[in-house]
């Protein structure tokens, strides 16, 4: 840890003297919060990693037991919640009193800044109206598809074949974490990171971006608010990290806006070209698209990996998969367009039925504005923190039947055809009126990128595991990554 201030007592720049810092702030946190619940006293003692690989995973056992669906973590100030009905109350009918709150817009501002992700209230519905506008296009679908298409035939295949030829071991949820950011810089920038060559260093903007995401999560993760804001006053240890990452970020970002204003950015086709044309400020642009870069970047490599390891264990899926393929697309046929997809209802099941038993984000919170009733009878205060549980959402027999935790792309098939069900009760996409604005374009690179990869390659697992193990973050992330073997299958189409 560098040490730049020199007015500040010494001990207080030591290793140790954080350590203390978090613990006052949890004895302050605790003495104000203190409860001796059986569900609190399991929290605070990690008592539940006895029983549970995952806190997620006891959470779910707890909705699944809760009579209302409902849960109180009283130490948190959570209130968390795995009901449908609620979930609908909170997103769509009584939408204004569960905005997304202070809390959580202080801890990423810093990095998001007014982004669309970040805000509530006036700053969020310009944008959304601005962007919706743009992503409602059809030309915008077809930019993002060439883009993805153009990704997966001149790197991903090529970067697998060549593993295929070595036999060497490698990393799916890296490879996918890379191919999405590529995916999405190009989208919204217009920028080529390139960071599936993997004969290139990864680029100054890739690496800075990975790490204001990550210390940014991290800043959630402090006993209390107070341990990040000192070190940010300080400008000390994570917080000095975060501050020169973001700077990178925004000279970086702010690059390529005048770039593109020399250049003239009245016919490109990337979205901030697109919001420069009713958009001035450069802060506001940076924001808003830097919004975007975090949203869609690591949901769809954590989708992938999810889907992928299914499809390890599951050789009749993958097989029904290939044959659905086969018989809509022919034999030795590729994706034609955006629209030629949508005949593939199988993989679309099966996307769908694997993001509801592994979803990228498995829990999502707001903050009630005012006092309010739930529609299962729960009392929430104003200011408490209320999340829905969507990684829980899929393992409740009410929901999904009691082969809940089978992986059955039928249950979202009638007669062969796709059906969507309740969207409260699979929350993925956070259904309402903050509904994902991604959410056409991430299936339509999820099913881009599992079909291509089925049909050229069999791909194994070299480590066997019954439940993944997820790393703490703002997106689910295998603890270890997904190291697999591929194998070209010959005489195939590439996608
Ligand atoms: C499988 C992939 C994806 C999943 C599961 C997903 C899920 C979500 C969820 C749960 C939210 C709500 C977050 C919150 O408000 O706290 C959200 C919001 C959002 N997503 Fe996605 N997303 C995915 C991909 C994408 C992609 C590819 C993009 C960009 C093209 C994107 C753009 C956005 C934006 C801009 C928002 C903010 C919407 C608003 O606040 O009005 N997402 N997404």
Not at 117 to 141: C, I, T, Y
Not at 324 to 349: I, T, W
Request: glycine residues 4%; contains cysteine.
């Amino acid at each position: 840890m560098e040490l730049e201030v020199s007015w500040f007592p010494q001990f207080l720049f030591t290793p140790m003297s954080f350590i203390l810092l978090s613990f006052i702030s949890l004895y302050l946190l605790r003495s104000r919060l203190w409860c001796n619940c059986e569900i609190c006293s399991t929290y605070l003692t990690s008592s539940w990693s006895l029983k549970f690989h995952n806190l997620c995973d006891w959470y779910a056992h707890l909705l699944r037991e809760s009579p209302t669906k409902t849960i109180h973590i009283h130490v948190l100030r959570n209130t968390i919640t795995a009901n449908p009905e609620n979930v609908q109350y909170m997103l769509k009918t009584n939408f204004e009193n569960f905005p997304k709150g202070k809390p959580f817009s202080t801890i990423l501002g810093d990095f998001l800044g007014q982004g669309i992700f970040n805000v509530d209230g006036h700053p969020w519905r310009f944008q959304r109206k601005m962007a919706s506008l743009e992503l409602d296009k059809h030309s915008v679908r077809s930019y993002a598809f060439e883009i993805v298409n153009h990704e997966i035939e001149n790197r991903l295949i090529p970067l697998l074949s060549s593993f295929s030829e070595t036999k060497d071991v490698l990393d799916l949820q890296d490879v996918f974490k890379r191919f999405s950011f590529d995916s999405i810089c190009k989208f919204s920038f217009g920028l080529d990171p390139m960071c599936l060559d993997l004969s290139l260093p990864l680029s100054e903007f890739a690496v800075s971006f990975d790490l204001a995401s990550r210390l940014s999560a991290e800043r959630a993760m402090t006993a209390s608010p107070l341990v990040w804001k000192i070190k940010r006053m300080l400008n000390l240890g994570s917080e000095k990290q975060l501050k020169e990452a973001i700077n990178m970020i925004d000279v970086l970002a702010r690059e390529v806006i005048v770039t593109k204003r020399q250049m003239g950015f009245s016919t490109q086709r990337d979205l901030l070209s697109r919001f420069m044309r009713s958009v001035d400020d450069e802060t506001y642009l940076r924001d808003i698209v830097i919004s975007f870069l975090l949203a869609g970047r690591d949901t769809v490599a954590s989708a992938l990996t999810s889907f992928f390891w299914l499809m390890t264990t599951h050789k009749v899926v993958e097989s029904a998969i290939r044959s659905e393929a086969d018989r809509v697309l022919g034999r030795n046929e590729s994706l034609k367009s955006f629209e030629h997809m949508q005949e593939l209802h199988y993989l679309q099941a099966a996307i769908y039925e694997s993001m509801r038993l592994y979803p990228p984000v498995q829990f999502d919170s707001k903050f009630c504005d005012q006092d309010d009733v739930l529609p299962d009878g729960t009392f929430v205060k104003k200011g408490t923190r209320v999340t829905y549980h969507p990684y829980a959402m899929g393992r409740i027999p009410e929901n999904w039947g009691p082969d809940y935790m089978e992986f059955k792309p039928e249950r979202w098939l009638k007669e062969g055809a796709f059906f969507m069900e309740n969207a409260f009760k699979y929350p993925v996409f956070q259904p309402g009126h903050r509904v994902c604005l991604g959410k056409e374009m991430a299936l339509m690179e999820l099913k881009v990128v599992a079909l291509s990869l089925l049909r050229n390659f069999d791909i194994q697992t070299t480590t066997q595991f019954d439940v993944p193990r997820f790393s703490p973050g703002l997106t689910a992330t295998f603890r270890g990554g997904l190291p697999v073997r591929v194998r070209e299958r010959k005489t195939l189409p590439s996608s």
